[in-house]
Nanobody, 117 residues
Framework: EVQLQAFGGGLVQAGGSLRLSCAAS????????IGWFRQAPGKEREGVSY????????WYVDSVKGRFTISSDSAKNTVYLRMNGLKPEDSAVYYC??????????WGQGTEVTVSS
């Protein structure tokens, strides 16, 4: 059974940092890209970042470039999202998901990030 679980969210002041973790299981981790998307109340889902475990390629949405860093530990089947310089507009529920053919095909419960101004 494919499972992805995100954790590490919380309440932080603007300018602060958090590290989200995504624990994956039930599939061959190194064969897939894993990504993060977020959804804030009343807003559409937004892709934030991904890492392709096959070749290490990464991508970031423009609004987080230079502030967020995605990384992957294949020994632990875990993907991390380091978020620095957090802004109130980063507040959302963050989900990690497996990517297959450029679409998110599995994701689990998200973790909430709240950035206070």
């Amino acid at each position: 059974e494919v499972q992805l679980q995100a954790f590490g969210g919380g309440l932080v002041q603007a300018g602060g940092s958090l590290r989200l973790s995504c624990a994956a299981s039930g599939f061959t981790f190194d064969d897939y890209a894993i990504g993060w998307f977020r959804q804030a109340p009343g807003k559409e889902r937004e892709g934030v970042s991904y890492i392709d475990n096959r070749d290490g390629a990464t991508w970031y949405v423009d609004s987080v470039k230079g502030r967020f860093t995605i990384s992957s530990d294949s020994a632990k089947n875990t993907v991390y999202l380091r978020m620095n310089g957090l802004k109130p507009e980063d507040s959302a529920v963050y989900y990690c998901a497996r990517i297959w053919r450029w679409a998110f095909d599995y994701w689990g419960q998200g973790t909430e990030v709240t950035v206070s101004s």
